[in-house]
Nanobody
Framework: QVQLVESGGGLVQAGDSLRLSCAASGRTFSSYAMGWFRQAVGKELEFVAAISWSGGFTSYAASVKGRFTNSRDNAKNTLYLQMNSLKPEDTAVYYC?????????????????WGQGTQVTVSS
């Protein structure tokens, strides 16, 4: 089992950058595929980015590709999401998630463990 805690959210202006972190407990972090999802007010949960257990494979939603970078440090049990050129439409609660598997997964039901979320607000 793994517990996840996100941090790094906040209020920024359009064009700014933020880096989200997701700290994982437990000794098996490196065996989990990890993902980021977001949910804006009144909208459904949306896939943002995913990374394989080794970090060798990544996947991004079209809306963030080229602006966001997903990475992980297995030695530190931490997942990161570097977000550049932020837009008002990136405003949402961002969640990290962990799932068993060796590749990248883009569907929420492929993940078993979720953090509590961190708010990102981008003003225009």
């Amino acid at each position: 089992q793994v517990q996840l805690v996100e941090s790094g959210g906040g209020l920024v202006q359009a064009g700014d950058s933020l880096r989200l972190s997701c700290a994982a407990s437990g000794r098996t972090f490196s065996s989990y595929a990890m993902g980021w999802f977001r949910q804006a007010v009144g909208k459904e949960l949306e896939f943002v980015a995913a990374i394989s257990w080794s970090g060798g494979f990544t996947s991004y939603a079209a809306s963030v590709k080229g602006r966001f970078t997903n990475s992980r440090d297995n030695a530190k049990n931490t997942l990161y999401l570097q977000m550049n050129s932020l837009k008002p439409e990136d405003t949402a609660v961002y969640y990290c998630a962990a799932g068993a598997g060796t590749y990248v997964y883009t569907k929420a039901n492929e993940y078993s463990y979720w953090g509590q979320g961190t708010q990102v607000t981008v003003s225009s």
